[in-house]
């Protein structure tokens, strides 16, 4: 894998008060990977924020764990069959949020890293919903990233 990616990231909310919300983004960013562990930096940005998010996504075959700083702050980690707490810090305050992942897989060839999370979505140490969140990692001088792959199924 080279330096430079693409990522393309998808997530799903089902529940009580979700109507199956489904957000996707494609974004540039670097890779890397020391000692076993996988580095993605990329930067977002929110609309009708000013400034940026930087996120560094750190992984291997058992954890992923996501630091964002910027217009918001977190720092997640997602286990499989681990409960984690953290707070989110938004320009609106701040929440406490808990993520348990129930399903966790990484698959890596050389030209594509898949990473799929299925997790239940704590808020305020109430269930907000179940969810799921799809990276795809790409070379961007790769043939093998498509805009119209089928990112949730």
Same mark, same amino acid.
Request: aromatic letters at 8%; proline letters at 1%.
């Given at each position: 894998?080279?330096?430079?990616?693409?990522? #393309?990231?998808s997530?799903?909310?089902?529940?009580p008060?979700?109507d199956?919300?489904?957000?996707? /983004?494609?974004? =540039?960013? #670097?890779?890397?990977? %020391?000692?076993?562990? +996988?580095y993605?930096?990329?930067? $977002? &940005?929110?609309?009708g924020?000013?400034? /940026?998010? *930087? !996120?560094? /996504? *750190? @992984?291997?075959?058992?954890?992923?764990?996501?630091?964002k #700083?910027g217009?918001?702050?977190?720092?997640m980690l @997602?286990?499989?069959?681990k %409960?984690?707490?953290?707070?989110? &810090?938004t320009p609106?305050?701040?929440?406490?949020? =808990?993520?348990?992942?129930h399903?966790?897989?990484?698959? $890596?060839? $050389?030209?594509?890293?898949?990473? %799929?999370?299925?997790?239940?979505?704590d808020? !305020?140490?109430? +269930?907000?919903?179940?969810? $799921?969140?799809?990276?795809?990692?790409?070379? *961007? !001088?790769?043939?093998?990233?498509?805009?119209?792959?089928?990112?949730i199924?």
């Amino acid at each position: 894998m080279t330096k430079d990616v693409l990522i #393309s990231i998808s997530g799903i909310q089902f529940g009580p008060d979700v109507d199956g919300d489904k957000v996707e /983004v494609i974004t =540039g960013g #670097s890779y890397y990977k %020391r000692k076993d562990k +996988h580095y993605l930096l990329y930067e $977002e &940005i929110t609309e009708g924020m000013e400034g /940026v998010t *930087k !996120n560094i /996504v *750190k @992984f291997d075959d058992k954890a992923l764990q996501l630091t964002k #700083s910027g217009v918001t702050n977190v720092n997640m980690l @997602f286990e499989e069959n681990k %409960r984690n707490i953290t707070n989110y &810090i938004t320009p609106f305050g701040s929440i406490t949020i =808990g993520v348990d992942a129930h399903d966790f897989e990484v698959t $890596e060839t $050389e030209e594509l890293i898949k990473i %799929r999370i299925g997790y239940a979505l704590d808020v !305020n140490y109430k +269930h907000l919903a179940n969810c $799921e969140i799809r990276m795809d990692v790409t070379a *961007k !001088n790769e043939n093998a990233f498509s805009l119209d792959q089928q990112i949730i199924e």
